[in-house]
């Protein structure tokens, strides 16, 4: 082996070591930094038919009853969502309404987080111009 071939070899196999620790420290990151799974999210909104109301992406309600969530900031769903399970049966605390309050008596609050980023996630006409 050439030493010019010798050195290329050691370069290549400290980039993929370099690679490796990358996409440990990469996966690492994620599964602290974004808990929430947007992609069970999606599933969870389809099977609960929450764009029945909120329209279809979540962006067009079917009446002005019914508020666009599309690309809402994920920390304020949750809580709303926490409110509507939190107001039920206490009219005292949290959000008291008997449609949405249906809507979320039976979701995990990690089923609530992964909702909550969903919405975050999908493009809305609402937006906040600075
Ligand atoms: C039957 C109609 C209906 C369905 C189905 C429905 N919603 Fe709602 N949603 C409403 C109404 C009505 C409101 C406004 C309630 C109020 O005045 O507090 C609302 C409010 C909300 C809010 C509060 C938004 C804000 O800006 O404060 C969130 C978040 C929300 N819904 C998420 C969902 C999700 C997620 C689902 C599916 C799991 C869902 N909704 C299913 C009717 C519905």
Redesign the pocket.
Known sequence: MKPSQAQSQALRFSFKAACAAAAIIGSAAFSTAHAADAGNGKV??ES???A???GPGLNKPVSG???K?AG?HAT??YW??RQ?QMGNGNPNFG?N?A??AA??QN?SQSDLKD?AAY?ESLDGSLVLKK
Do not use: K
């Open positions: 969870l909104s609960h038919n929450c029945a109301c909120h009853e019914y508020p969530l809402q304020y769903i709303a969502l509507y959000r309404n449609i949405m809507q979320v979701l909702i919405i």
